[in-house]
């Protein structure tokens, strides 16, 4: 079972980048998927999440990322538009069978993260 997060780089401030979360190993059709990031020094945090029943965003994302999935080889993408250098961050993807469980970052399943950074 593998999760495996690419697309980070160096962008400026107000450019973009598309990240990627390829899914493998087991069948990860009905799974919530979702991102997440870490600046060193600080927790955490919920970026967005994918399910059937849609997607959802923290507010500091909301109207400049979108989350999207490519079906049936469940890759996900975050696709980040007009980035601010508060965007950088170590990020990450996770799976689980359960939302609740993405959510509060209990997921089963975690890939490695994808360093993303923002110039001003």
């Known amino acids: 079972v593998q999760l495996q997060a690419s697309g980070g780089g160096l962008v400026q401030a107000g450019g973009s980048l598309r990240l990627s979360c390829a899914a493998s190993?087991?069948?990860?059709?009905?799974?919530?998927i979702g991102w997440f990031r870490q600046v060193p020094g600080k927790e955490r945090e919920f970026v967005a999440a994918?399910?059937?029943?849609?997607?959802t965003y923290a507010d500091s994302v909301k109207g400049r990322f979108t989350i999207s999935r490519d079906s049936p080889e469940v890759t996900v993408y975050l696709q980040m538009n007009s980035l601010k250098p508060e965007d950088t961050a170590v990020y990450y993807c996770?799976?689980?069978?359960?939302?609740?469980?993405?959510?509060?970052?209990?997921?089963?399943?975690w890939g490695k993260g994808t360093q993303v950074t923002v110039s001003s």
């Open positions: 996770a799976a689980d069978s359960r939302y609740s469980d993405l959510a509060t970052q209990r997921a089963d399943y």
């Open positions: 190993g087991r069948t990860f059709t009905s799974y919530a």
């Open positions: 994918i399910m059937k029943s849609g997607a």
